[in-house]
């Protein structure tokens, strides 16, 4: 009975693997979802954005995150990133008004973003959680199932 304690936990919230990749054309400026005020923000006096992407296809996975970040190149350019579910798979929808965000000096800035994930027949509710650190160049990605 003591195993079954354990594993409950872990089956009441399974985690996914969301995936990070370098701007590709997912980052195309004709996915911006509009209002761009509405669907992107910016943190740490401007240095961070964060903005919604909408790829139309597939449809069940046509939203992606995209976030520029420091450390910048030699030549002055942000890091710029998308976070797909899935390769080339975005998610069934990602509720940008629901972004929360919150800051700790030993970790960085933490987004909290709360979505739907297409996974066969049925969509998940998910929270995507994207922890970024200025002065390292990777995002660290979670994605977690939402018990409603």
């Known amino acids: 009975m003591k195993w079954l304690a354990l594993l409950l936990p872990l089956v009441a919230s399974p985690a996914f693997a969301a995936e990070i990749t370098p701007c590709d054309w997912r980052a195309s400026t004709a996915a911006l979802v509009e209002p761009w005020e509405d669907n992107s923000r ?3 006096n401007g240095v ?3 903005a ?3 790829t139309v296809e597939p449809a069940a996975a046509a ?3 995209l ?3 420091p450390p910048y190149t030699a030549l002055g350019e942000r890091q710029c990133h998308v976070i797909s579910a899935a390769q080339d798979m975005g998610y069934l ?3 940008f008004a629901g972004l929360n965000a919150h800051y700790d000096p030993a970790t960085g800035l933490t987004l909290d973003l709360p979505g739907e994930r297409y996974e066969g027949e049925e969509a ?3 929270t995507l ?3 970024i650190d200025q002065s390292a160049p990777d995002l660290l990605v979670s994605e977690e199932v939402r018990v409603e």
Request: net charge neutral.
């Open 42 to 44: 910016s943190f740490a």
């Open 48 to 50: 961070i954005r964060v």
């Open 52 to 54: 919604l992407l909408d």
């Open 63 to 65: 939203f992606h995150l």
């Open 67 to 69: 976030v520029l970040s």
């Open 93 to 95: 929808s990602l509720d």
């Open 124 to 126: 998940l509710p998910v």
């Open 129 to 131: 959680t994207v922890r």
